[in-house]
């Protein structure tokens, strides 16, 4: 059973998990040296329970305690107890939907491992932002994509606002990080997938008329300012791109894959 | 031409405009009583400018004023001119693409006008989110719908945040807020519209076999937590849902408006 542990003290070095939640360079140092990622709300410290990741502490104001009780029961981290107003003073953050967990990062999967055992997987290409990454965890999930790949650059799925975005999907898509990005075409076609890269390109297929889709497809998408890279839309067996009404230059990224998810689910 | 005026003082009253940009309540209160809304970034500047829009003025750091010349040129307002330093200070805000123009907001259409010039049509009752707004305007202008309707309280389209999202397209999709809710299914009747209302509900009708698509077409969402409301659900034609994937509770309101749409194109 947790340790239910009130803090007063807003300085109190067991709280150093919980700073500077607003400030991504300092979390992601932060993490990656200390091994943690943050879950936020109720819910998403619920599903990280639930899918088996261990919690290192929790910090919440006492009315979240009943409502994750069982979760808190399951575990033997401490629980750091402080009103509502000194969790927002810690975090420099008003945490919606009150709770919050430090949860040791799952060792990373292999990149082999993942692709023998999916079907369906989206391909990313340094994204920045996560939101965008975290919501397409979440459309790959509800749109039957069962993998995701990331580029050595790519934002992390595990940062806490990929993580709340994406509702706990990154807890249940399994994806991997890919160290040699440019041999990653190369890797897709060993393991049998298709390759189709969204493009704004004038001379790609419409998502319309693309046909029939292969037994195993990997759908790849590019950073949101400039899009997929050469080498990418060369080496992919086929150029898509989402036909759009004149004069708009393009969709979200985000979007555009949960697109692309439906039409070729 | 826009009267470059350089501002030392953080406290000077003409930067009123500019206050609080993080603070949602303030700037809706001072931004309804002043008729203004804000362009933020010097691509969204330039959309306000091409739809016709009244700067009532700019403000920006030095490094911007090249590149809105041509904007700066065709309007009378002054253009106040600080460090970026200075601009995130009076705003409380890193600003993405430093530029900022407070912009006089345009008077609402007329409900019966939109729809009456409209053959595709999203619905937003009670959306919550700037970004879910924003988005669903960027996606609509996408996908070829051609006018958004908007309940009573559903958050404003011309909010800061929701302006940037849809990347101008507040600016070029048609929209009216409607005043009596409840007659709105009524309303879309007479006008010619048959209404698929998106829902979660289980005995709803598949999205993959709602089959031809109607000449007029209303596509209603609900708010982010609750869904749509009973009245609308029982006052729509059709209700429809989106398959997913099993375990997975929901999608985003606005990847599945980019969904319907694409569907329904």
């Given at each position: 059973m947790a340790r239910i542990v009130h803090v007063d003290?807003?300085?109190?070095?067991?709280?150093?998990?919980?700073?500077?939640?607003?400030d991504v360079q300092m979390r992601l140092a932060h993490e990656s040296e200390h091994g943690i990622y943050l879950a936020e709300g109720e819910k998403v410290v619920r599903r990280a329970h639930e899918a088996g990741h261990e919690a290192a502490s929790f910090l919440m104001a006492p009315r979240w305690l009943d409502g994750l009780r069982d979760v808190l029961d399951a575990s033997d981290a401490p629980c750091f107890v402080m009103s509502e107003k000194d969790v927002e003073r810690v975090t420099g953050f008003h945490v919606h939907r009150g709770a919050l967990s430090a949860v040791r990062r799952p060792a990373p999967a292999d990149v082999d491992d993942v692709l023998a055992a999916a079907r369906r997987v989206v391909v990313l290409e340094d994204l920045v932002d996560h939101t965008n990454v975290g919501a397409i965890f979440r459309v790959a999930a509800a749109l039957g994509f069962d993998a995701v790949l990331l580029s050595p650059?790519?934002?992390?799925?595990?940062y806490r606002r990929a993580v709340k975005v994406a509702m706990g999907a990154v807890f249940s898509v399994p994806h991997a990080r890919v160290d040699d990005w440019y041999g990653t075409p190369a890797l897709l076609s060993r393991h049998g997938f298709t390759t189709y890269a969204m493009t704004l390109a004038d001379d790609a297929v419409s998502l319309e008329d693309v046909g029939d889709v292969p037994e195993r497809l990997a759908l790849v998408v590019g950073s949101?300012?400039?899009?997929?890279t050469e080498h990418w839309q060369r080496s992919s067996d086929v150029r898509v791109t989402i036909p759009m009404a004149a004069g708009i230059d393009s969709l979200n990224v985000a979007t555009s894959v949960a697109v692309a998810c439906w039409h070729l689910r």
């Open positions: 003290d807003l300085d109190d070095p067991r709280l150093a998990d919980y700073l500077h939640l607003r650059r790519c934002a992390d799925p595990f949101e300012g400039p899009g997929l």
